[in-house]
């Protein structure tokens, strides 16, 4: 595989070589306290006010405060304390400062978040309002207009982790001027680093947060601007660090390392600039809208960040876009970070009032200010690459394929031949998608009820109306239906392979065998399928990285199985020590178990991307009753 392409720089970025080299320094060489009053203390206090002066000016910070902290996180609580023990104070004198917490209904969660557990720690008692955005994700001025005059602190990013969308900054600011508001404005200035002109001092901003990991500084080092004048209340307290507004020893490494970001941003060389990465982003969008035609952007451009796209293809969810950029080696996400391990659909563009497939198959592409127009061939290539390998059909081979489609916790099951295919109970939310996936593979999906003409007998001696596909008979019993294989109109209980929909157990026994594949149309004992001689084989074999090589040098006949999508196989086929896998994805799996259970000595060895459906497929293969197969603990991430 080619090495990776990253893009998703708002998630975080590689650490520039400079700031690298400047930690390692930090650690190595200039490893001293710069509490100590001794030369090699000096030296690392050196590099701690050498940083600061920097960020006061690439911030424009003027006479406000510029903290070190661990990140954007810690800021954004000290800058939500300072603000909430202020208006606790101001209160007890008398003074009326509001009942709103107003925060951006985009705003990153730690803001919203921060602010229900401070107000209910201070028992500040002031109501969270959620201040609504437009549909280009910007901020609803006429709202917080009439929310302004009740508004104890007001929170609103400077530009989106999600869509890139840029806040009307100036229109906020002249609104809470001309209602009068006294309340703190919060500005989470995260994704506005690098990004976009800074001038701190000169606004009505009180506090803005930044984070060093955003910008190509490591993780763990951030920065809290505080306006002079506005009020503070140390979240840490100890060794009185930072003028006794941040106790603890700093961190040297990642201060010496945004220390050599900030001197990049004001040499100025080392990131490109708006219009540039402007250029960049539309070669990007053209190649997304050439590689998926039916792409729709989620936030216009003129409005959002040009590092920043968010996009979704209708009838394509955002797992199987994420896990076929992942297997072409392109890293992207599902909106933010945090969120990625909720398969939720993103609040973000919930609240810009997005249909939910746009916000639930929402994909966030995401570069850096160090991109250059290499790296956007290498990544327009690649994404090329993956329009291409989306439109592999899934339905290859078979004869008939037997295909599980998952939706609203059910299964329904699709068997199909070259031009035809036949949908069994399909959950109903993923009619849609099965009609486009049909569409695009060109098959024709077939009426059961108009296509019931020719008839087979069973072994109980009924007759069943039935359709020809792929060679095979699929007939239609009361309570479900049998696949299989016919002989002079007669279908013999040991010619079934599958039996799908929940057959009454007395009519199973008598026209099918104890062999045959069980398709269910929800999990029974939390499969999908199973064989009713199927006896508990265990759990799944797991098999280590470190161990895979030994195990497959040992059993030369071991079948490799990549249970990955067949798009996700065709944007990166996966080879693993040598040997290419020969994909079934886990939506085929109960179409080839048979031919496996066929030889139960030969060790079948199930690898996906991250473990997950190879420990599924091991699992359902062991249980069908095949002691020998494995799951690649890891998967191919780790490989
Ligand atoms: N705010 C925004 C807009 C972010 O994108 C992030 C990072 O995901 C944060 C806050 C939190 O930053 P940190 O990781 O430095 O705590």
Redesign the pocket.
């Known amino acids: 595989m080619a090495s990776d392409i990253y893009l998703d720089a708002?998630?975080t970025s590689p650490v520039l070589p400079s700031a690298i080299a400047a930690a390692v320094e930090a650690m190595e060489a200039q490893f001293g306290n710069p509490s100590s009053s001794h030369a090699t203390g000096l030296r690392a206090r050196r590099i701690l006010d050498t940083t600061r002066a920097r960020a006061r000016r690439v911030l424009g910070a003027g006479p406000g405060r510029v903290l070190f902290t661990s990140?954007?996180?810690?800021g954004?609580q000290t800058a939500v304390l300072s603000a909430l023990v202020a208006v606790r104070e101001r209160r007890a004198a008398g003074e009326d400062c509001g009942d709103l917490l107003v925060y951006g209904a985009t705003e990153?969660k730690?803001?919203s978040e921060s602010l229900a557990h401070w107000n209910r720690l201070l028992g500040t008692g002031l109501t969270l309002l959620a201040l609504p955005v437009d549909a280009a994700g910007r901020h609803r001025l006429d709202v917080l207009r009439d929310l302004a005059p009740r508004a104890a602190m007001v929170c609103t990013?400077a530009a989106?982790?999600e869509t890139g969308a840029i806040s009307d900054l100036d229109g906020i600011a002249r609104v809470l001027r001309e209602s009068g508001s006294k309340a703190y404005w919060m500005v989470?200035c995260?994704?506005a680093l690098g990004k976009l002109p800074l001038d701190l001092a000169n606004t009505r901003i009180d506090y803005a947060?930044f984070?060093g990991?955003?910008l190509h500084a490591p993780?763990g080092i951030?920065i809290l601007y505080v306006r002079d004048g506005a009020p503070y209340t140390p979240l840490m307290i100890g060794g009185g660090q930072e003028g006794g507004q941040r106790s603890g020893t700093e961190n040297m490494a990642g201060i010496a390392a945004l220390g050599a970001v900030l001197a990049a941003l004001e040499e100025g060389t080392t990131f490109r600039g708006h219009a540039e990465l402007a250029a960049m982003r539309d070669r990007l969008a053209a190649t997304l809208r050439d590689a998926f035609p039916a792409i729709v952007f989620n936030a216009p451009f003129e409005h959002t960040l040009p590092t920043t796209l968010n996009f979704a293809v209708p009838g394509v969810s955002s797992k199987d876009l994420l896990d076929l950029f992942d297997a072409a080696g392109v890293r992207v996400s599902a909106g933010?970070?945090?969120s990625a391990a909720k398969a939720a659909p993103s609040y973000v563009l919930d609240a810009m009032g997005l249909p939910l497939w746009r916000s639930g198959g929402a994909v966030r592409l995401s570069i850096g200010p160090l991109a250059d127009d290499a790296f956007v061939d290498a990544a327009c290539a690649r994404i090329r690459h993956c329009g291409e390998a989306l439109r592999a059909s899934r339905f290859k081979d078979g004869s008939p394929g037997v295909m599980q489609v998952s939706g609203d916790g059910r299964y329904g099951w699709i068997v199909f031949d070259a031009t035809t295919c036949v949908v069994i109970d399909p959950p109903r939310d993923q009619l849609e998608r099965i009609a486009a996936l049909a569409r695009d593979a060109g098959l024709r999906v077939l009426d059961v009820d108009v296509a019931d003409h020719a008839t087979v007998e069973l072994d109980d001696g009924s007759h069943a109306p039935c359709i020809v596909i792929g060679g095979a008979v699929l007939a239609r019993l009361p309570d479900g239906w049998l696949l299989g294989d016919a002989d002079a109109g007669h279908l013999r209980r040991t010619a079934v392979r599958h039996v799908f929909g929940a057959v009454d157990a007395g009519r199973l026994a008598r026209v099918a065998h104890d062999g045959a594949v069980i398709c269910h149309g929800a999990d029974v004992d939390g499969l999908a399928w199973a064989t009713p001689r199927a006896r508990d084989g265990g759990t799944a074999g797991q098999l280590h990285q470190d161990t895979l090589d030994v195990f497959l040098r040992r059993h030369e006949d071991a079948l490799l199985v990549d249970v990955r999508e067949a798009f996700e196989a065709a944007a990166g086929p996966m080879v693993l020590h040598g040997r290419a896998a020969r994909n079934v994805p886990l939506s085929r799996l109960a179409e080839h178990v048979a031919g496996w259970l066929a030889e139960p000595a030969r060790p079948i060895v199930f690898v996906c991307r991250s473990g997950n459906r190879s420990a599924k497929a091991a699992t359902l293969l062991r249980r069908a009753g095949h002691a020998q197969a494995w799951t690649v603990v890891g998967g191919l991430a780790l490989a």
């Open positions: 708002n998630a990140g954007a996180t810690e954004i990153h730690a803001v990013m989106n982790n989470d995260v994704q947060p984070s990991h955003k993780k951030g933010s970070a945090c």
